[in-house]
């Protein structure tokens, strides 16, 4: 009993008391239990309580910036100490006074300490105001509503700004602000944001808010300060930038695990429904708890009834039990080849045909390059909006006003009234460009008649084929890849469940991450004949979807994979779904699916009815199998002319069919003995010398595999455009010393 009455418990973003009063109701609840059995053993009650041993709200601390919450806060625990008291001891009167002052409640940021907050002021003196984010009026042309200027609110600057302690606790409670990484300026203005991201610099710009608590609490767990810490959050906990931060506590030098774990759960959250993960961080290596919801039933104002499954094991930063997918490393195989589309800024970009005709579509000669097909994720998964964009990507505002001046006063009306307000300057400076205009995408795909596209959150994970004239929205995950054979590869079930796995989710629908599910993932080195076969199906499967949706408009993507799932889970259809299923020919679909899946799992080689954990499992020991080959300089590029366009082209042919479990040595060995001074011909003349050590140790590397046995120094010199004798040597010798 004495110690349950000197625990103490922090919840670091109270509110108004909620999590701190179920604490302390569970206390209260077990402290009755232990007084019963106290007494059972003939301990006296007045004797307890004239030592001060009991229960009550100095243990429960807490953070809140709200000065009416914190108070709040305050009375709650106190009136949940008073329910608790006469419920353990019947009719006898607490100790006087009834109410004390703890101070255990502190008004307060949970992240930041500082001096002082000061007003940003310009160059004479003036307060520096930017608009509020919110307030907006009817532009007088279009009617379109656009921000309100006249509605400013000041920045400001934190004078010494530091972290901000929290007290000594034994464990941490709470459910930390719901806010995105891309809300917080709004949310918390760009004085604050600035400054956390500035003071937390161990936390990355694009991890939620929520991380920061989470992040604080885990380095007090591995410090020994904290026993261990339980944190409602939002689902997106699992994504990418937000799973480093566990990643990163998880491999610490003071290990800590995971003790219990809810990956996804619904929630409400000021009455909006919203999808949450929960978390419990213990000190030391050690098993955990996972619940995985398998179902739930909305009851309404009394909130959710769910089902869940349990399994005991090591628990990974995604959450999961099971492959350490979270171990995959980035293949250089796969880099420089997804890519995010444009981020428009300004929905006056986008016209309908009707406005384009309008603005000289078919008239002005050149137009065709700044008004392009348009597509977003809702035109992939739903009913294409048939839109254009207005691209001016490398045009001034000059040169659109001369070649283009209908296209400027649009983007004069529509664009910059909005842009005039945008917080970043360099998109108010440009304001007749898009927000992120993605030059390197440009890059990856020019050259390409079509290119690999999926959408970054969506219920299914398709992949589809869009044409090289089609500017994708920033929604959509794009591959810088035009062959059939990789497209049929991603759209295996091996892929697809690589995708689910590695990416996370946005509320109930899963994520593709292109860093997590596309660059980790280990292709495979097929033979010709399953490239080949590959590759058919794979046209025949964009082919088919295609075909059915121009016969039928109203036909969706959404539709027709929903439809799959129930043909593979053997459900009956409704008369809806039905007709989908005509007007799709799905059975066609999966068919082709299944075929596809085969002969995917047959390049491989590996059996076609392997379980989803051992197809995972194998995922994971070919990427590490293939980060090795990287570090030895054998690399297997998906599109080396684009990526490594000074690389021998028969060499990178070699590699991408050579089978991952043949050891035999791949040298060239012609035999040199009669002139082994003669002269080597470069594969591919002057390569260009790389600027740093490793890059350049890598590409002499590459270059010996293609070059006759024992070369001098000399002789790879010529074969690289500005490389010195006396760096080739020195590489030549470190090379040999390493045994490669």
């Known amino acids: ?19 701190l009063y179920v604490t302390l109701e569970h206390l209260k609840r077990i402290e009755g239990e232990v007084l019963d059995t106290l007494l059972g053993f003939g301990e006296a009650q007045g004797s307890l309580d004239m030592a001060g041993e009991s229960v009550d709200p100095h243990q429960l601390l807490g953070i809140e910036v709200n000065p009416r919450a914190a108070a709040i806060a305050e009375l709650v625990l106190w009136i949940g100490a008073l329910q608790g008291h006469f419920r353990n001891r019947g009719n006898v009167l607490p100790p006087q006074p009834i109410i004390r ?22 160059a ?24 309100d200027e006249s509605a400013r609110v000041p920045e400001v600057r934190y004078r010494n700004p530091r972290k901000a302690d929290w007290p000594e606790a034994d464990y941490i409670i709470g459910n930390p602000p719901f806010i995105g990484a891309s809300r917080m300026r709004d949310a918390l203005g760009d004085g604050y944001t600035d400054t956390v991201r500035t003071i937390h610099k161990d936390i990355a710009e694009s991890s939620d808010f929520v991380m920061y608590w989470w992040n604080h609490a885990a380095e007090r767990v591995a410090q020994g300060k904290v026993q261990r810490f339980g944190f409602v959050t939002t689902n997106s906990l699992r994504q ?25 759960h619904p929630w409400v959250d000021d009455g909006a429904a919203v999808r949450i993960a929960m978390t419990t961080l213990a000190p030391g290596q050690g098993h955990g708890t996972l619940h995985t919801v398998t179902a739930e039933h909305d009851e309404g104002t009394d ?20 492959p350490d997918v979270a171990s995959a490393v980035a293949l250089r195989a796969n880099e420089n080849l997804s890519n995010r589309g444009v ?19 078919g008239r002005i000669p050149g137009i065709e390059t700044v008004i392009r097909e348009y597509r977003n994720g809702k035109d992939l998964t739903a009913k294409s909006r048939d839109v254009m964009v207005i691209d001016c990507f490398g045009l001034s505002s000059q040169q659109v006003s001369k070649d283009f001046p209908e296209v400027y006063q649009w983007l004069l009306e529509r664009v910059k009234p909005e842009r005039d307000n945008n917080k970043r300057e360099s998109r108010k400076r440009n304001w007749w460009l898009f927000g992120e205009t993605n030059p390197k995408l440009r890059d990856q795909l020019k050259g390409l008649p079509r290119y690999i596209t999926t959408v970054e959150t969506s219920k299914h994970r398709f992949f589809t084929f869009l044409d090289a004239n089609i500017l994708p929205d920033n929604m959509l995950v794009n591959i810088a890849l035009d062959d059939a054979f990789s497209f049929g590869v991603l759209s295996s079930k091996i892929h697809v469940g690589w995708a689910l796995k590695t990416g996370g989710t946005l509320e109930d629908r899963p994520r593709y991450n292109k860093t997590r599910c596309f660059e980790t993932f280990p292709f495979p080195t097929p033979t010709p004949e399953q490239h080949q076969t590959i590759a058919d199906l794979a046209e025949q499967l964009d082919a088919h979807r295609k075909r059915q949706q121009a016969r039928y408009p109203d036909l969706t993507m959404t539709g027709m994979y929903n439809v799959l799932e129930k043909l593979r889970s053997d459900c009956s259809l409704t008369a809806k779904e039905k007709i989908l299923h005509e007007q799709g020919l799905v059975s066609v679909l999966k068919q082709l699916h299944d075929d596809l899946d085969t002969a995917v799992a047959q390049a491989y080689g590996w059996p076609t009815d392997l379980p989803e954990e051992d197809i995972l499992q194998r995922l994971v020991d070919l990427n590490k199998q293939r980060a090795h080959e990287e570090s030895q300089g054998q690399i297997r590029y998906l599109r080396p002319e684009y990526q490594n366009p000074q690389a021998p082209q028969a060499r990178q042919e070699e590699l991408l069919t050579t089978d991952d479990t043949d050891n035999t040595d791949n040298t060239d060995n012609t035999d040199n003995t009669d002139n082994p001074q003669s002269e ?6 002057e390569i260009p ?21 024992n070369p001098t120094a000399a002789q790879v010199t010529k074969c690289f455009k500005g490389a010195r004798k006396a760096k080739v040597e020195e590489i030549l010798g470190v090379l040999a010393e390493l045994g490669t």
């Open 680 to 685: 080597i011909r470069n594969p591919k003349s």
């Open 101 to 122: 002052d703890f101070k255990n409640i502190e008004c307060r940021d949970a992240l930041l300490d500082w001096d002082a907050v000061e007003p940003v002021l310009d």
């Open 303 to 322: 909130g959710y009834t769910v089902e869940v499954m349990e399994k005991a094991g090591t628990i990974g930063a995604d959450l999961t039990i099971g």
């Open 689 to 709: 010398w790389p600027k740093t050590l490793p890059e350049q140790i890598r590409a002499v590397r590459a270059l010996l595999t293609d070059l006759p046995p």
């Open 343 to 361: 981020c428009l800024f300004g929905s006056g970009f986008i016209v309908s045909r009707e406005e384009a005709d309008r603005l000289g579509w």
């Open 124 to 147: 004479d003196g003036n307060p520096v105001t930017h608009w509020d984010g919110r307030t907006t009026k009817p532009h007088p042309v279009t009617g379109r509503e656009v921000p």
């Open 240 to 264: 990418t930038f937000n799973r480093r931060v566990l990643e990163k506590h998880l491999n610490g030098k003071n290990p800590v695990h995971l003790a219990y774990a809810v990956p996804d």
């Open 1 to 19: 009993h004495r110690r349950l009455c000197h625990l103490r418990i922090l919840d670091p973003a109270c509110g108004s008391g909620n999590f």
